[in-house]
T-cell receptor
C-alpha cells in the first residue's frame, strides 16, 4: 500500500533556509503536494509538483522531486517566524479522484528569532 | 466565498452516543471529501462525494460511520455508538474535480471529537 514518511521536527533560525524531506512508496503517484497546517486552521496547499517534473519554484518555495529514489523535498528560503507550522507531504495516484490523498505524519517546523 | 465551513468546532460525547458533523463546502465545488486526523499524524482519507453520489469509502470507515450529501451541497458525517478510538479531528475538504487531473482541495478547520 501507499506510505509517506517525513522527519518529525525541524528547527531553524529566522533568515536561514529550511529543507523538509519526504519519501513515498507508491510508484504510481501522479501528483505530490506540500500542505501547511497552523494551529486552529485548516490545511493550506502550499505547492504541488507533477510526477514528470524534477523541480518547481514558487517565490520562496522550491520543490525537488527524485522519482527514482521516491524522495520529495521542500525548501523554504529566508524562513520567517510566520513559517512556523506543521508541513505535510502528500501524494495522489489518481484513478477516479486526484483528491484522495495519502499524507505523511507531518514535520513540525520551528523558526527561532 | 467564505471557504469550507464545519460545525461544530468541538464535540465532547460519552462512549456509546451518536454524533453528527456538518460540512458546508465552497458552493461551486462538485466534490467533497472527509478525512480524519489523530494527534501527531497526517490526515487519512475516509470518503468522498461527487455531487450527491458517494463514490469511494476507505476501509477505515466502519459500519458505524455513515456520510451523506443530499442534493450535492452540504454533507453530514454520523458516527453511531462512538468509541474512544473515534476521538480525532474530522476534516472536510471540497474541490472542483473532473477525475482528469489535478484537484486543489480546500480544507475546513475541522471538528475535534473527544469521546470520554
Amino acid at each position: 500500500g501507499e506510505d509517506v514518511e517525513q522527519s518529525l521536527f525541524l528547527s531553524v533560525r529566522e533568515g536561514d533556509s529550511s529543507v523538509i524531506n519526504c519519501t513515498y512508496t507508491d510508484s504510481s503517484s501522479t501528483y505530490l503536494y506540500w500542505y501547511k497546517q497552523e494551529p486552529g486552521a485548516g490545511l493550506q496547499l502550499l505547492t504541488y509538483i507533477f510526477s514528470n517534473m524534477d523541480m518547481k519554484q514558487d517565490q520562496r518555495l522550491t520543490v525537488l522531486l527524485n522519482k527514482k529514489d521516491k524522495h520529495l523535498s521542500l525548501r523554504i528560503a529566508d524562513t520567517q517566524t510566520g513559517d512556523s507550522a506543521i508541513y505535510f507531504c502528500a501524494e495522489s495516484a489518481g484513478g477516479t479522484s486526484y483528491g484522495k490523498l495519502t499524507f505523511g505524519q507531518g514535520t513540525i517546523l520551528t523558526v527561532h528569532p | 466565498d467564505t471557504g469550507v465551513s464545519q460545525d461544530p468546532r468541538h464535540k465532547i460525547t460519552k462512549r456509546g452516543q451518536n454524533v453528527t458533523f456538518r460540512c458546508d463546502p465552497i458552493s461551486e465545488h462538485n466534490r467533497l471529501y472527509w478525512y480524519r486526523q489523530t494527534l501527531g499524524q497526517g490526515p487519512e482519507f475516509l470518503t468522498y462525494f461527487q455531487n450527491e453520489a458517494q463514490l469511494e469509502k476507505s476501509r477505515l470507515l466502519s459500519d458505524r460511520f455513515s456520510a451523506e450529501r443530499p442534493k450535492g451541497s452540504f454533507s453530514t458525517l454520523e458516527i453511531q455508538r462512538t468509541e474512544q478510538g473515534d476521538s480525532a479531528m474530522y476534516l472536510c475538504a471540497s474541490s472542483w474535480g473532473s477525475g482528469q487531473g489535478f484537484e486543489k482541495l480546500f480544507f475546513g478547520s475541522g471538528t475535534q471529537l473527544s469521546v470520554l
